[in-house]
C-alpha cells in the first residue's frame, strides 16, 4: 500500500511540475503569474525530490524517513498552493491539480506513519 502511494504521489508531483513548467513558458503577458508558476515548479521539484528519498527508504524499510520525507514533500505542495492565495488570486487550473497531489501526499503520509510506528 505505501508502495502504491508514494508511486501515485511521484507520478502526481512530475505531472504537476510538468504543468507549472508549461504554463510558466506559455505565460507571456502577467508576469506576475509567470513567477508564480515558477516559484510552485521549484516547490514541486522538491516535493519530487523527496518522495524520491521516501521510495529508496521504503524499500530499506526506514519508514521512520519515508514518513519524514512525506510530509516534507506536502510542506512542498502547500508552498506550491499559497504562491496562488495570495492576493489577488490569479485564475490557473494549477491549483486544482496540485490539490489533488496534496490529497495524494496526505494519504501517503497517514500509510508511512502507521507503518512508522512499529520503528518507535
Known amino acids: ?4 502511494m508514494l ?34 515548479s ?6 519530487v525530490n523527496a518522495i ?11 519508514y521512520i524517513v519515508v514518513t519524514v520525507q512525506v510530509i ?6 502547500d508552498q506550491c498552493l499559497d504562491t496562488f492565495n495570495q492576493p489577488p488570486p490569479e485564475p490557473s487550473s494549477l491549483p486544482r491539480n496540485v490539490k489533488n497531489l496534496r490529497d495524494i501526499c496526505d494519504i501517503a503520509s ?8 512499529d520503528d518507535y
Open 1 to 4: 500500500m505505501a508502495d502504491h
Open 7 to 40: 508511486h501515485l504521489a511521484h507520478t502526481s508531483a512530475v505531472e504537476c511540475r510538468r504543468r507549472a513548467q508549461q504554463l510558466e513558458a506559455e505565460e507571456t503577458a502577467n508576469l506576475k503569474l509567470k513567477k508564480r508558476y515558477s516559484e510552485c
Open 42 to 47: 521549484e516547490s514541486i521539484d522538491s516535493s
Open 52 to 62: 524520491e528519498f521516501g521510495k529508496q527508504y521504503l524499500a530499506l524499510g526506514g
Open 72 to 77: 516534507g514533500a506536502t510542506n512542498d505542495v
Open 110 to 117: 497517514y500509510v508511512a506513519h502507521t507503518l512508522a510506528r
